[in-house]
């Protein structure tokens, strides 16, 4: 099976990048996480990196190239079969990167951005902006998730909603376009889905004495323009939404279900608490899975003392945030971790959950997988019901032994999950080398 290497967004406002040169050559072997090709763009220069094992081949990109955000620039083969000569991208346009003959309106362009060097594509949860609003270059536009967290997208541009390429629900590929501002306020904006044809968004004529009238808050069943669903099959929510409906015990699902319509918000959580009150719970079943360990301290005291006498060596937090992820993900996805230390938090990025976690800037807006409590220096001896709406895991000192308490929602992680993540952070703990090296 052959994989497309494409030309990432580095930016949200960024439609193409410089690509500086190439690591590998037409029929070199690729392993995930090698770097295969250096870009630039005007604020940064980066390595991008394997994503897929194979062969790399039919490279249409050559060192000083400058190509389009989302264009296929090379594929990862399972064999050196398909290799071919670089060529110029100037040269030769894959036909289905054709530009489109849609007479959309003049305007500045909206990138699905790339929010992750490992993200193929964004799943369009919800338009903040609609046809024809006025919105500002910092204004939220639209709200993106990925398999690792949902996050807003701003404008970009000051002036008008010209176009919204695609619907919420849909999967839209990183750097192709979602939304044209314009200077001017457009007489036809226009709204579509991805491949549909363009539909002018126009409202129906009223008689002179008769206003639009909203739906009333309650009322958010769906209508036929919102069908729309994401084939993934995940629920379309904003992160506070999640965390509450969390905290306060409620399924998401039981929306669903209901036939609400999606992205959910705050304001559906009271709805969410009638359908609940009214749904018969079955006794019995757990709110919260909670699991315990204990083990020696004395191996990664040592590992530590080791890596502290280098004048460059990793902080705590890199350490067990890189343990925390390898455990959870057994090096198969990047992974977010909250490390948190008494009253500080620290969010580390793991790629593949693989070696030491790498500390992403305090401004960060990314939502963490786990979150993982460091009081280990506290006068803490036990916690529960300490979660912060993420499966927690506490890392507590009793004398020279650690102990550890792992909580998460019934409907985060199934049994067998949740036991296999904390034998395997307890074994990584407890033999530091066996995942560092």
Known sequence: MSHDVIMPALGMAQDSGLLVSWFKQPGDAVAIGDALFEVETDKATMEVEARHAGFLTQISAKSGDEVPVGQVIAVIAASQDAAVPIASVAEEQPPQFAAKEDALPEGQSVIMPALGMTQDTGLLVNWLKQPGDAVSADEVLFEVETDKSTMEVTAGFDGFVAALLAAAGEDVPVGHDVAIISSVKPETPVQRTRGDVLTPVTEPSLPATQSPVAPPPGDRKRTEKSQLQPKSGRILASPKTRRLAHERGLDLQKLVEAGHVQPFHVSDLAELENISANTPVSIGAPALRRLTAQISAVPFGEIMSFVSQKSAGPTTGAVISGLAAGAW?????????????????????????????????????????????????????????????????????????????????????????????????????????????
Not at 421 to 429: I, P, Q, V, Y
């Open 329 to 437: 993900a057994s090096g198969g996805s990047d992974i977010i971790v909250a490390y948190r230390h008494f009253s500080k938090t620290q969010l580390f990025s793991n790629p593949h959950g693989i070696g030491l976690g790498k500390a992403l800037p305090d401004q960060a807006n990314i939502e963490a997988q786990i979150l993982i409590q460091d009081l280990r220096q506290s006068a803490i001896s036990s916690i529960e019901n300490c979660s912060d709406g993420l499966p927690t895991l506490t890392i507590l000192s009793q004398g020279d032994q650690f102990s550890f308490t792992f909580e998460c929602g019934a409907g985060q992680m199934s049994a067998d999950a949740a036991l296999s993540f904390l034998t395997e952070f307890a074994g990584r703990m407890e033999q530091p080398l066996r995942h560092l090296l």
